[in-house]
């Protein structure tokens, strides 16, 4: 089993930064990749960002040039630095890895709020 730990959310003005963080443990050698979503109440979750172990990126558009995901492979941690936040960022941030032969574990959900 893998476990998947979130910490950083909370409450942020228009503008502020965040940075999120994603502790897996457990059976977690062969995560390949890991990364972020999001789901506002009414919507569905969405990809935010995602790395694999070799370090490629990919991004939503609303986040890219804002949002910055990095890894450390020893720690088996992923985190997102969030600048820039809009109030549309507002949501309830997932974490995720993929685990080699075993699929895909999520984290409990964080919440994320920017006040306008």
């Known amino acids: 089993q893998v476990h998947l730990v979130e910490s950083g959310g909370g409450l942020v003005q228009d503008g502020g930064s965040l940075r999120l963080s994603c502790a897996a443990s457990?059976?977690?050698?062969?995560?390949?990749?890991m990364g972020w979503y999001r789901q506002a109440p009414g919507n569905q979750r969405e990809l935010v960002a995602r790395?694999?172990?070799?370090?490629?990126?990919n991004y939503a558009d609303s986040v890219k040039g804002r949002f910055t995901i990095s890894r450390d492979n020893a720690k088996n941690t992923v985190y997102l630095q969030m600048n820039s936040l809009k109030p549309e960022d507002t949501a309830v941030y997932y974490c995720y890895g993929d685990v080699q032969y075993r699929g895909r574990y999520w984290g409990q959900g964080t919440q994320v709020t920017v006040s306008s």
């Open positions: 457990g059976s977690a050698f062969g995560i390949y990749s």
């Open positions: 790395i694999t172990s070799g370090g490629s990126t």
